[in-house]
């Protein structure tokens, strides 16, 4: 765990003076932490706009000890409309806790967003988040992927990890529509792209964006799915942000591929279906690209 005087500093070392950047705490679960607050307050200082993304269980007395205008989102996970949903999923009791602490947050007057990550387990109940969130007074929704399942090469995956992929028809069929639904009431949905059409252009948020995710051990990747993997851009040493050389990610972020994304083709190749002649049937977006529906 990163101590006081690390987390402080390697929070600053992500700060520029006048330039807009959003700061994300999330885990693991960060209100573990025993000084994510003061995190936060760091954080407020540098001028990022702050989210703590957050199972619900709001350690360390979380949501006593810190008020709205420290923070500009407070999110919670849930994978399911109610417990039976939930809670097979996300572990005993969650959905209870998770809505009881949603409930007291908003109550206290925080901007509260939900996060729903889609698996083949769930998503045929994503249409009744909707009353939910209207329930709960959640005014911006999150949909994420767990992973999406092509017709070629499953066998490098285990049974688990398939079971849990979502068929792509499904996600297509399903996601853009639930978050129609919910912009008409009121409410904003962020989901991530994943399919290209053939007009839309492919960019690689590594070339076209700056994003830094810090692990604790110091590891700093602009990609999020090569995280378990050492092909880390920078390494933070002695509380200063070291650019390594070698095969690091940003070698491949360049490679111009059919598929789209190449390192969702090296690391999800399931992901890709193909046609007879051998195309791609989909190019696969980057996974940061995300739609936006407002409300309507
Ligand atoms: S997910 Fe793919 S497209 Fe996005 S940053 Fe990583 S390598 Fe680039």
Redesign the pocket.
């Known amino acids: 765990m990163l101590s006081r005087t690390e987390l402080e500093a390697w929070i600053r070392l992500f700060a520029e003076p006048g330039k807009k950047s959003n700061i994300v705490f999330l885990g693991g679960e960060p209100t573990m932490h025993p000084d994510l607050i003061h995190g936060v307050k760091v954080a407020r200082e540098c001028g990022f706009t702050i989210t703590v993304d957050s199972n619900g269980y709001m350690f360390h007395d979380f949501l006593e000890r810190i008020t709205p205008d420290m923070l500009d989102y407070l999110s919670f996970s849930l994978d399911g409309p109610d417990s039976e949903i939930n809670d097979p999923i996300r572990g005993n009791g969650v959905f209870g806790v998770c809505t009881a602490n949603l409930k007291k947050a908003i109550s206290k007057g925080f901007n509260t967003s939900l996060i729903y990550t889609v698996s083949n387990e769930n998503i045929d109940h994503l249409p009744r988040m909707i009353p939910l969130l209207q329930d709960l007074g959640v005014k911006r929704f999150f949909i994420q992927v767990i992973g999406l399942r092509g017709s070629s090469a499953q066998k490098n995956r285990d049974n688990k990890s398939k079971q849990l992929q979502v068929d792509p028809q499904q996600w297509l069929d399903v996601v853009p529509e639930v978050a129609r639904q919910a912009g008409q009431r009121g409410i904003t949905v962020i989901y991530p792209k994943v399919f290209l059409s053939d007009e839309e252009i492919?960019?690689?948020?590594?070339?076209v964006a700056e994003?830094f995710f810090v692990f604790p051990n110091g590891r700093v990747y602009?990609?999020?799915?090569?995280e378990d993997y050492s092909v880390h851009s920078y390494e933070i040493n002695n509380n200063r942000l070291v650019r390594l050389d070698g095969l690091t990610?940003e070698r491949?972020?360049s490679l111009d591929i059919a598929e789209?994304?190449?390192?969702?083709k090296l690391l999800q190749p399931e992901t890709i279906s193909y046609r007879p002649d051998g195309s791609p049937l989909h190019r696969i977006?980057?996974?940061?690209?995300k739609q936006r529906v407002d409300p309507t």
């Open positions: 492919f960019e690689c948020a590594g070339h994003n602009q990609c999020p799915l090569c990610e491949f972020f789209g994304c190449v390192m969702n977006s980057c996974c940061l690209l």
